[in-house]
């Protein structure tokens, strides 16, 4: 999707390792947010943040964190991955809470 | 966070028209979309609708919001085999997206 990007797009990696996804926009928004989705959970909110280093939680916070040290760029972090953690990864993005964009994904699997 | 409910399945027949229905419980929300996603894909903004209208037509889309009873839905006319994808409803609540689980949505030819 144009202004926003997610990497990486696919990652393996083993139960307690920590692992950082990260999004990236050109686009200078405000909004950003890290959903995962999961087959008959649609999109579930992790974290979002509202501005350089102001960050919430969302609905699936635990065993999440996220930081925000510039606009561009939203990185989220399993602190040690687990199975429960395997999922594709959206990141989107939004100025005006009533238009977002979505990233392509990073599809995530905890081995 | 508050629920938003869909269907998980739905066929139709190619040339027949879809409904996807939707129901959803902030009633404050300000606008109330439908994401479209492909297979391997992210999600693609569909339509949405301001919570002051009822209807909403674009194309062969049209989007039907019911706020008395909380219910919003998605007619696509004339289903096409390109049409096959998963529906995602959702809604804004204090500046965050919450989403239905989805409604897949198969072509029968």
């Known amino acids: 999707d144009a202004g926003i990007t997610q990497s990486p797009r696919h990652k393996v990696t083993e139960t307690g390792t920590p692992v950082t996804l990260r999004c990236h926009q050109t686009?200078?928004?405000?909004?950003m947010y890290w959903y995962r989705q999961d087959p008959g959970h649609g999109l579930r909110l992790i974290h979002y943040?509202?501005?350089?280093?102001?960050?919430d939680k969302g609905e699936v916070s635990d065993g999440y964190s996220v930081s925000r040290s510039k606009t561009e760029d939203f990185l989220l972090t399993l602190e040690s991955a687990t199975s429960s953690q395997t999922s594709v990864y959206f990141c989107?993005?939004?100025?005006?809470?009533?238009?977002?964009?979505f990233g392509s994904g990073t599809r995530l699997t905890v081995v | 966070g508050e629920d938003v409910e869909q269907s998980l399945f739905l066929s139709v027949r190619e040339g027949d028209s879809s409904v996807i229905n939707c129901t959803y419980t902030?009633?404050?929300?300000?606008?109330l979309y439908w994401y479209k996603q492909e297979p391997g894909a992210g999600l693609q903004l569909l339509t949405y609708?301001?919570?002051?209208?009822d209807m909403k037509q674009d194309q062969r889309l049209t989007v039907l919001l019911n706020k008395k009873d909380k219910h919003l839905s998605l007619r696509i006319a004339d289903t096409q085999t390109g049409d096959s994808a998963i529906y995602f409803c959702?809604?804004?609540?204090?500046?965050?997206?919450?989403f239905g689980t989805g409604t897949r949505l198969t072509i029968i030819p």
């Open positions: 989107a993005i939004s100025e005006s809470t009533d238009r977002y964009t």
């Open positions: 686009e200078n928004h405000r909004y």
């Open positions: 943040s509202y501005g350089v280093k102001d960050t």
């Open positions: 959702a809604e804004t609540e204090n500046e965050k997206l919450t």
């Open positions: 902030d009633s404050s929300s300000t606008y």
């Open positions: 609708i301001f919570s002051n209208m």
